[in-house]
């Protein structure tokens, strides 16, 4: 519960903004910590982490997605 609570501050200061139509992760986030599920605000907080942490990079990999030409 802590630790998305230290989101609070981020979100009034405008680091971290939400798109309005992710509806559901809004209802959580306003409910909290009441909400019958917080697997949104439980996953935004691991986001934020990865995100300032500067080791967000280290354990990910590249991929190359292949682009197949067609025609129709």
Do not use: C
């Not at 903004?17 to 697997?39: C, E, G, V, Y």
């Amino acid at each position: 519960m802590l630790r998305i609570e230290t989101l609070q501050p981020h979100m009034a200061n405008g680091l971290i903004l939400l798109n309005p139509d992710q509806k559901t992760l809004i209802s959580q986030l306003r409910h909290f910590p009441k909400a019958d599920h917080d697997d949104g605000p439980d996953a935004l907080h691991m986001l934020w982490m990865a995100a300032t942490s500067g080791r967000a990079t280290e354990n990910m990999r590249a991929y190359e997605i292949p682009v197949v030409p067609f025609t129709i």
